[in-house]
Structure formats: C-alpha cells, structure tokens
C-alpha cells in the first residue's frame, strides 16, 4: 500500500493482523526496509494489530526533498497513523529507527501507548569509534558517487542520517513517559553508558541487555527477541 505525503513522497507502507487488536507499528534501521521483519510478522501478528514502513528514501518509499532527517521521518509516521486510522500505537524501533521512535513520540505523546527502543543512539558518538570510522568512510565514498546514479544517492542519503541527530537532549528524554524498554546486546556497538544514560534520563525507562548478543539480536534471534517485546507490551 502506499501512502502519498503532503511532499508528494510515497511511503510504501503494509499492515498484518486485526485492526480490533493493539497496534503495533515497527521501524526498520538505517538502510534498510520493512522487509527486515518478516521473519517477525508470524510472531507478533496474534496479538498485534502490526503496521510495517519503508521509511522515506528507503525500500520502495520516494522523496521529494534534497535530504533526509528524523523530524520529517516523524512527520511521515503521524500521516500513517491517520491513514491507517489509528488513535495511539506501541512503537519497536530498531537501530535508528528507535531513534525516529523517540523523536516521533517527542512530537506526538498522546499518541505513543508504549515504546520497545532496540540498540538507539542520540548522537554518533554513542557508536564504539571503530563503527564511527567505518561510517565514516561509507559516506565519504556514497558522496563521491552520489551524482553517477540514483541508487549511489539513495545510499548517501541513508548513511548521512547517522550523523544527524535526532534532536534529543537527555533533558527531552524525561518528558518521555511512555512505558520504554531499552533494549540492547551486551556485544552491542551501542556503547553501554549511552544505553544506560538514555534508560535512566526516560521518564518511565527500563534497561535490558541481552547476553551474548549484538547489535544483530533482531536479526538473528527473532524468537528470542519477539519473546522479550511481546512480555513488554503485554505487562503495559
């Protein structure tokens, strides 16, 4: 299905499960798509009503603008929720799309029921410096090839919204209410401090970290994972 924004972008968005039952909408990491949560779809549609989203610039949605950021991502999640007509909704956001979960809630807190933040950030520098540099170098080299095809500044313009933030002071995180799970891999290249000073700055946070996993725990243990989400939600 697709969504048509006041830009004129599309965000090619899908929903699974009954609409009588708790929505649920999940936000994919930076370059990647909905598709990343297929596996979960079994998982969490009995007792979810579950929205799925390519987010602007990403997967099969467009955009209209010269750049991406996490206010008009978020903007993008409000028109949904009125598309799908859904007064209020459990986010699980992974990777940078926690950081759009926060950032959305920031703007729209009566419509946020409870949030599930795996692995979120609120600077670059919450990163391990190697990831950093890594980064780094990909948006360097994305830059110099933007120009030569539009899948090299699809790219550019995914790798660039690491480095912006999502406009969140540890102050902002307090007006945060939602119930929130902070989750992360004790491996994870989220450093722990980061983790544990957004947990503890939420004004209704909870912090778990996952042994021995990373920060492709949703990826690679989607049993697991759903597990610990679904008794999240269930409890709030």
């Given at each position: 299905m697709k969504l048509h924004t006041k830009d004129g972008s599309q965000i090619d968005y899908?929903?699974?499960?009954?609409?009588?039952k708790p929505a649920l909408l999940l936000l994919h990491g930076n370059n990647g798509s909905q598709q990343d949560f297929n596996a979960y779809l079994p998982l969490f549609a009995h007792d979810f009503y579950v929205i799925t989203q390519d987010a602007r610039g990403h997967g099969q949605s467009t955009n209209t603008q010269p750049q991406l950021n996490y206010q008009l991502l978020a903007s993008d999640l409000d028109e949904l929720r009125?598309?799908?007509?859904?007064?209020?909704?459990?986010?699980?956001?992974?990777?940078d799309g926690a950081n759009l979960a926060l950032r959305y809630t920031l703007d729209n807190p009566t419509h946020v029921h409870?949030?599930?933040?795996?692995?979120?950030?609120?600077?670059?520098?919450?990163?391990?410096?190697?990831?950093?540099?890594?980064?780094?170098?990909?948006?360097?080299?994305?830059?110099k090839l933007r120009h030569l095809h539009p899948f090299f500044e699809a790219r550019w313009q995914q790798t660039s919204l690491m480095f912006k933030t999502p406009g969140i002071s540890q102050r902002d995180l307090q007006a945060v209410t939602a119930p929130t799970l902070v989750l992360v891999g004790q491996f994870d290249f989220i450093k722990r401090r980061h983790s544990l000073n957004i947990a503890h700055a939420l004004g209704n946070g909870t912090l778990y970290i996952a042994p021995f996993k990373t920060h492709l725990f949703i990826q690679f243990s989607p049993l697991v994972f759903s597990n610990i989400v679904r008794q999240f939600l269930k409890e709030h």
């Open positions: 899908q929903t699974y499960g009954s609409p009588t009125v598309a799908v007509n859904i007064p209020t909704w459990s986010i699980l956001g992974y990777s409870a949030l599930v933040l795996n692995a979120p950030n609120l600077t670059i520098n919450g990163l391990a410096k190697p990831i950093i540099l890594i980064a780094s170098w990909i948006e360097w080299l994305l830059g």
